[in-house]
Structure formats: C-alpha cells, structure tokens
C-alpha cells in the first residue's frame, strides 16, 4: 500500500511568485487536507477537500487554492508569494470524512 | 476555539528514562486525539491516537489515556532510545474530522 506523497520535495521561489504544490493520497482515500508548518511551530489547517469539494477552509487568505482530482489527488496553489509563506507544506489523506489523517513527507518552501 | 498546549522543550533525556510530555487541550464537544511524531527533515507520522474519554492509545512503547476531566492527554514511556528523539506533536480533531490542531511540539533528546 503506497502512502501519502507529496512532491516536489524543496522549491525555492521570489517574492511575488505563483507556486503549485502536489499531493498524491493514499490508495483508498477521497480526503485530502492541506497544512503549513512554519519552522519551530505546529502544523496550521489550510483547507480540506472532499471528493472533489473544498470541505473547510482555516484563517488563510484567498490567495491560497487548491484542487482535488477525480483520482482524489490534490494541488495547493499559492499566488503572490510573500517571506512569510516559506514553511513545510504538509498533505494527509483519509479514507473519508470522520477518519484519521496520515500525513506526507511535505515540499519545503523557501521564498526570497 | 480549540487549542491545544503541551509543554515547551527541548526534553533531554538519558537512554533508559521515563518519558512524561504533557498536553492539554480546549474543545467543544468531543475531541480525538492524537500524538504524532516528526524526526528531523520529515513529515509527521501518527504515533498513537484515542477517540473517547477513559481510551489509552499505545504504539511502540508509548501510551496516553485520554482524560476528559482534567481535558489532558500526556505521553508517557517507560524506557527512551535514542532512536526516540523526534519532535512530538500533540493533537486533537474536531467531531468532523475537518481539520487536526496541533500544540506548537516538544522535541525531545535521547543521549547514550
């Protein structure tokens, strides 16, 4: 069974960029939630979607977007890139609504 | 809303020690919760996790038992390795599953 993964792995962009961030969920699952985890901190709630339906969204402004496919796989999309955006963008999958989230290994941003 | 607090690190310890994190959490309703653990340049992996009052989770020698009525959920082991040196995050999931608030992480050290 392939877990949850997450690529690329580390990006570097500049201030003002756009970035996409891709997801692949485990076999099985139809949820995917994105998270940030700025360095030294705990992981903050994004948004989550659900069969292909954002399903809640946490305090982050609408410049962050995503997507979920048909394979329930899944992009972040960040426009405007700013310093504070740099952090490790995490994944989890579960199997529906109500399960447990199994996170990926992330993608490390760095925005200069 | 809710939120969860553990104690601040970093935790030394010696091969051998008992282990105490601390974690308490504010919820409305009925919370999971969880411990999971990040080694160093990785994402987070689900160490162990309780779904009511009075459950214990355990995995790898770790254990933590949900207490409703001290709203806590410490971690505890008996016997650290140094392989147990992670970052351990504490964590409880709102009745929906939509989203996982994590305490800000306590990196623990494992010294021979």
């Known amino acids: 069974e392939t877990g949850v993964t997450q690529s690329p792995t580390h990006l570097i962009k500049t201030r003002g960029q756009q970035v996409t961030l891709r997801c692949s969920s485990q076999?099985?699952?139809?949820?995917v939630s994105w998270y940030q985890q700025a360095l030294g901190q705990g992981p903050q709630f994004i948004f989550q979607?659900?069969?292909?339906?954002?399903?809640g969204r946490g305090n982050f402004p609408p410049r962050f977007s995503g997507l979920q496919f048909p394979n329930y796989s899944s992009e972040l999309n960040v426009n405007a890139l700013e310093l504070d955006d740099s952090a490790l963008y995490l994944c989890?999958?579960?199997?529906?609504?109500?399960?447990?989230?199994?996170f990926g290994p992330g993608t490390r941003l760095l925005v200069l | 809303g809710d939120s969860v607090t553990q104690m601040e690190g970093p935790v030394t310890l010696s091969e051998e020690a008992f282990l105490t994190i601390n974690c308490t959490y504010t919820a409305t309703g009925y919370p999971s919760l969880f411990w999971y653990v990040q080694y160093p340049g990785e994402g987070l992996q689900l160490l162990l996790k309780?779904?009511?009052?009075?459950d214990k989770g355990s995995n790898k020698g770790f254990e933590a038992t949900y207490r409703k009525e001290t709203t806590s959920f410490h971690l505890e082991k008996g016997s650290v390795q140094v392989s147990d040196s992670a970052v351990y995050f504490c964590?409880?999931?709102?009745?929906?599953?939509?989203?996982?608030?994590f305490g800000t992480g306590t990196k623990l050290q494992v010294i021979p």
């Open positions: 989890a999958s579960s199997s529906s609504l109500g399960e447990t989230q199994y």
């Open positions: 309780a779904t009511k009052a009075d």
């Open positions: 979607y659900y069969r292909e339906e954002e399903n």
């Open positions: 076999s099985g699952h139809n949820t």
């Open positions: 964590a409880l999931s709102d009745l929906g599953y939509q989203k996982v608030t």
